[in-house]
């Protein structure tokens, strides 16, 4: 029985790694529920989870989710410290918490761009998921953990996507991969252009007009300058003999 169940584990990653580019370390995302029913089959999660999927795992939680446990009580106490040791993943609701359930959901919109796995006893989460392609459903039954095979919408998606219909969210990361490695697609840092030194136009203060001094008023004749009249100073002996000829 572990053999044929490992064998169809192995079957669904198969598919999920082709198709949806689902790769290790797998991270499980657990809810409440989850928790609670490992605790009660005693199942070493750690431990049987990478056997089970034959590779790296890591278990991982939301805040919403230990919110909840912690509000629910010591009912479910094991189950809070359980989730206590995952990986606590940031989630869209940092000031008001939801429900567990509704956190998980919101983890995996978006065609599931982490490849979360989601681990859940919670029926009515169960039957949303399904309804979302791309994203491998676990859970406990007879105390053994279980990977459900893929979703009739999952299988519906993926021959779409063989039909040419439509373009898996995987196949554009591998396409954008490609163009970047070919040198196709720059990368953001290339795109910065330096910033062209603007063309600055003439000084606005060379382009006012010179302004006119202005006329003087004054007549063109006080622009001569004025001759200076020498007088020469005659000497004593002249004046009295110019009196003396005019008395004779």
Do not use: W
């Amino acid at each position: 029985m572990k053999i044929t169940r490992q064998k169809h584990a192995k079957k669904h990653l198969g598919f999920f790694r082709n198709n949806f580019g689902v790769r290790e370390p797998y991270q499980i995302l657990l809810d409440g529920t989850f928790c609670q029913a490992a605790l009660r089959g005693r199942i070493q999660l750690r431990e049987q989870l990478p056997r089970y999927l034959m590779g790296e795992t890591q278990l991982c939680t939301t805040r919403c989710v230990l919110k909840e446990l912690e509000t629910l009580g010591k009912d479910l106490y094991g189950a809070k410290l359980i989730a206590q040791k995952c990986q606590v993943r940031n989630c869209p609701h940092f000031k008001n918490a939801v429900s567990g359930s509704e956190c998980l959901l919101s983890m995996v919109e978006e065609g599931n761009p982490h490849h979360y796995f989601v681990a859940t006893q919670d029926q009515n989460l169960s039957v949303k998921v399904k309804k979302k392609p791309g994203i491998p459903l676990m859970f406990i039954i007879q105390n053994t953990i279980v990977l459900d095979k893929p979703s009739p919408k999952t299988i519906a998606f993926v021959k779409a996507i063989e039909s040419g219909q439509l373009v898996s969210v995987h196949e554009k990361e591998s396409i954008k991969q490609l163009k970047q490695e070919q040198g196709l697609v720059k990368n953001p840092e290339q795109r910065r252009r330096k910033k062209r030194k603007k063309i600055s136009g003439p000084n606005p203060l060379s382009c006012l007009k010179k302004k006119k001094k202005p006329e003087d008023t004054k007549s063109p004749a006080s622009k001569k300058k004025k001759k200076r009249i020498r007088i020469r100073n005659r000497s004593t002996s002249e004046v009295l003999s110019e009196k003396q000829n005019a008395e004779g």
